[in-house]
């Protein structure tokens, strides 16, 4: 399926093309959008990993309440929660509920700040590939799975993170702008792809 018309007309991908404008909205602001800085990093991170299962969508409604029962995921201080914040999160009817994903992330908080010296930035994005010359034209050519992500999860494993599979290091990767896979015919259009612009001071 290539791009196809939203509601008003325009042309975007056709996960982001329908009728809720959440979805819209961060189809044509956020995903696909260089994100750098751990905090940032550490949210997208979180958030992937609390998707497995489930649709996106269900993760943008809840980020919110994410945001606010995570500490607006600084992993310094979701690194100090213990197991009568991991009770009170189990409790919040407002975030996805799964003693699992949560524990990984006070965890993945954890890994974070102790990355020997290394910091999260710089980590994931030296997983980015180089970028394509062009847009892919169809939603059928767009992997799943790359051997760059599956490098990052390969990683991230090795240095403790969990519920951060290649399919998730993926998704990650897309939503971050290391990878562009908007289609040919998106509305969104193509960021200068130049080294400084997209990957930022290294």
């Known amino acids: 399926m290539t791009a ?11 996960w982001g093309a329908g009728v809720d404008p959440l979805y819209r909205e961060y189809h044509d602001h956020e995903w696909g959008r260089p994100v750098h800085g751990t905090n940032a990093l550490y949210e997208r991170l979180c958030l992937e990993a609390f998707q497995s ?3 996106w969508i269900t993760i943008l409604r809840k980020r919110d309440a994410f945001r606010s029962a995570f500490a607006d995921f600084d992993p310094e201080k979701v690194a100090s929660f213990d197991d009568a914040d991991v009770g009170r999160l189990m409790a919040d009817a407002s975030i996805v509920r799964n003693r699992a994903k949560i524990v990984a992330a006070v965890g993945n908080a954890r890994v974070v700040l102790d990355l020997d010296g290394t910091d ?23 992997p799943a799975v ?4 599956t490098a990052m999860a390969k990683e991230l494993k090795r240095r ?9 290091a993926y998704a990650l990767m897309q939503a971050t702008g290391m990878v562009d896979d908007h289609l040919s015919g998106c509305l969104v259009k193509p960021l200068n792809t130049d080294s400084s612009s997209r990957y930022g001071p290294r």
């Open 53 to 55: 299962g489930l649709s």
């Open 146 to 149: 790359t051997p760059e992500s």
């Open 160 to 168: 403790g993170l969990r519920f951060f599979g290649p399919t998730t």
């Open 4 to 14: 196809i018309a939203g509601p008003d007309g325009k042309l975007r991908c056709p």
């Open 120 to 142: 999260l930035d710089t980590l994931l994005w030296s997983f980015a590939p180089e970028p394509r010359a062009k847009r892919l034209d169809d939603v059928s050519d767009v």
